[in-house]
Structures are given as C-alpha cells and as structure tokens.
C-alpha cells in the first residue's frame, strides 16, 4: 500500500521560505519520478518541480531559482525548499510518484500516486 504524506506547509510572508517534505512508504520511489505539484483555488494543477531517480530535477518556470526539489532515499523523503516566497505561490501543495503520461512536471501530467496535500499561503 503506498502512502504519501505532505508537511511542511504554512503561512509565511512575502519573501519568506519553507520546506515541504513528502514521505513515501510502501513503494520504491528512489526508483521512479517523484515531484510537487501545486493548485490555487479556482487555477489548474501546475507542475512545480520533479525529480528522477538519477536526481536529476526539472522546474517549472514560475519557480526556478526560487525553489530546490531534493529526496533523501534513506528516509524516503522528498523535500522542496522554496525561499523568496511571493503571493502566487498560495496554494496546495501535493507530492506525487509513479508519472505514466504526459510531460512529467506538467499540469496534465498523470501520475500512480498522491498525497493529501498541504496548504501554503503567502502574504
């Protein structure tokens, strides 16, 4: 059975930062394509940021240079540190693992697996 499980988010100023971790249990995803993905309300699911299982990172560009995706695989944790925080980046933020369409830090893209979500709001 596997879980994702978001934290990490919270209410920060304009030009604050955070770090979202997303821990996976019961899959293999040092193996696999995981990322964050993002959805305001009333907006499309916007890919954030992936990350493969050579650690290679991709980032959507309403986030590069903002934001740093990284994955501990002995803690099966994926992290996404995002500083210069600015107001569109409110939103939910969710982790995912196993892409099978699509381009893989798109919002179109479709992915195995999901977390809950956690909320980040910027003022």
């Known amino acids: 059975h596997v879980q994702l499980v978001e934290s990490g988010g919270g209410s920060v100023q304009a030009g604050g930062s955070l770090r979202l971790s997303c821990v996976i249990s019961?899959?293999?995803?040092?193996?696999?394509?995981v990322g964050w993905f993002r959805q305001a309300p009333g907006k499309e699911r916007e890919g954030v940021a992936v990350?493969?299982?050579?650690?290679?990172?991709s980032y959507a560009d309403s986030v590069k240079g903002r934001s740093t995706i990284s994955k501990d695989n002995a803690k099966n944790t994926l992290y996404l540190q995002m500083k210069s925080l600015e107001p569109e980046d409110t939103a939910m933020y969710y982790c995912?693992?196993?892409?099978?369409?699509?381009?893989?830090?798109?919002?179109?893209?479709?992915?195995?697996?999901w977390g809950q979500g956690t909320q980040v709001t910027v003022s």
């Open positions: 990350i493969d299982r050579y650690g290679r990172a």
């Open positions: 995912a693992a196993d892409p099978f369409r699509g381009n893989y830090c798109s919002g179109d893209s479709e992915y195995s697996y």
């Open positions: 019961g899959h293999r995803y040092s193996r696999n394509v």
